[in-house]
């Protein structure tokens, strides 16, 4: 990795864990033992196939993976059952545009019925913010 990116947090992460670099580009020379480079397959419009990398994850030994998310992403991880856990932070912002996005697509479910049900498992105060962790049921 570029000399600059070196000393970002992002790459320096706790012994047993790992980051996972996805996609098909040539990422140059990584030399951190952190750092995991995945050849990810592709569907439709050039998207990854969520299925298939996670398989590979859990073929490589990894059973649990921390998703940071946008609306987009956490969409489709619903959408295809890949999630068991989904933690929400609420902080103390009102956001009065037009252009603010949810946490979810607008494909997703719009009748309870066709939902995943998930409940409570912890909620947590971090001064202003709040974290909901939510379980599959």
């Known amino acids: ?8 947090k992002l790459f320096s992460c706790h012994p047993n864990s790992s980051i996972f670099l996805i996609g098909d580009l040539n990422f140059g020379n990584v030399t951190s033992q952190n750092v995991k480079l995945i050849q990810a397959e592709y569907i439709e419009n050039q998207l990854i196939d969520l299925q298939k990398l996670f398989e590979t994850l859990l073929e490589r030994g990894y059973y649990s993976i921390l ?9 489709k991880l619903l959408e295809t059952d890949l999630i068991d856990e989904l933690n929400l932070f609420i902080a103390p912002f009102a956001l009065a545009s037009t252009s603010a996005q949810s946490f979810l697509e607008s494909t997703a479910p719009s009748n309870i019925y066709q939902t995943q049900n998930f409940k409570i498992k912890e909620l947590l105060k971090f ?11």
């Open 1 to 8: 990795l570029e000399d600059q990116y070196k000393q970002l």
């Open 67 to 75: 998703v940071e998310a946008g609306s987009y992403l956490a969409t």
């Open 127 to 137: 001064e202003d913010d709040v974290m909901i962790s939510y379980t599959r049921c």
